[in-house]
């Protein structure tokens, strides 16, 4: 990693490269969001959650709004899975109180051959614009990880139109016409290799793929119809830009027993939800990827000192040391927690093991 490159703080990517680091380094999953008052300020000033997606100024605003509360090791880009999809010409948009929703769900076998992947300097510059606006504000402070959803991931909201309880559509055509959804799922990863590529290009320091329904399939399914497409994605990153290493991160949701496959894609580190034991995982995988997770975030609704005793748990399950292991949440944060209470879990983290780390 070139010195001039390195953030101040650089023990995220050192704990992801597996290198020794200053103390387990912290960040969550959905860290500007909703429960910030702040954040609900800057977003009722946008007018809506797309505009506030597509103004690159406002998404750094909000990208930097846990850094200035919070001690955390890293920024993440603020913007959506679902900017890919949109700029495929599938209208996103959002119904309030429904979620996100695509105008044109891709259903018909036309449209499903007609799809291209977009080009991420083109038709997603505003994600690109962000991501060069959220560098330079952070000025060497932490790093920046960019991200974007799996190819299955996104292939869900495109067939169902939006979110799914059952996932009737997409299961549907992954057992009627398996060629028409691996269609979906090879143009989708040509569109977010690229789009990776670009917010490396533009600053981006590590990247995420949020496989976040990856874990709704069969055993065999998710070797076939998201895994694979995984591998393609990381074989396609830039593993360094600018003389720096960029590591990467696959959380797929609910894909602890597949932690052997998704440690043999080429990533750098495996993102773990609160159902897996993060002690088996790292029996599991040894030294060959780092791990993230993995506390429940429901967990951030108890007294702070609960709290506290969680992430220490956390910590003594990944074991003795603290390389390789990033500190995060098993998911995203509620809307609903408690401010205070991700400051109490922030302090826990850092005292608890911060001097044995040093």
Known sequence: MSPALRPRNDNFLRALLQQPVDRTPIWLMRQAGRYLPEYCATRRRAGDFLTLCKSPDLACEVTLQPLARYD??????????LTVPDAMGLGLYFEAGEGPRFERPLREEWAINNLTAPDPYDHLGYVMDAVRTIRKALDGSVPLIGFSGSPYTLA???????????????????????????????????????YLNAQIECGAQAVMIFDTWGGSLSHAAYSEFSLVYLQKIIAGTHKTWADAAIPSIIFTKGGGQWLEQIAASGCNGIGLDWTTDLAAARRQVGDRVALQGNLDPNALFAPPEVIAAEARKVLAAFGPGNTGHVFNLGHGISRFTPPEHVTALIEAVHQAQGSEAR
Request: with cysteine; aromatic share 8%.
């Open 72 to 81: 955390l090791d890293a920024a993440i880009l603020f913007s959506d899975i």
């Open 156 to 194: 869900c909201y495109m067939v169902e139109g939006g979110g799914s309880k059952d996932f009737r559509h997409i299961k549907s055509m992954l057992y009627a016409r398996p060629d028409l959804l691996h269609r979906i799922l090879a143009v989708t990863t040509e569109a977010v290799t690229a």
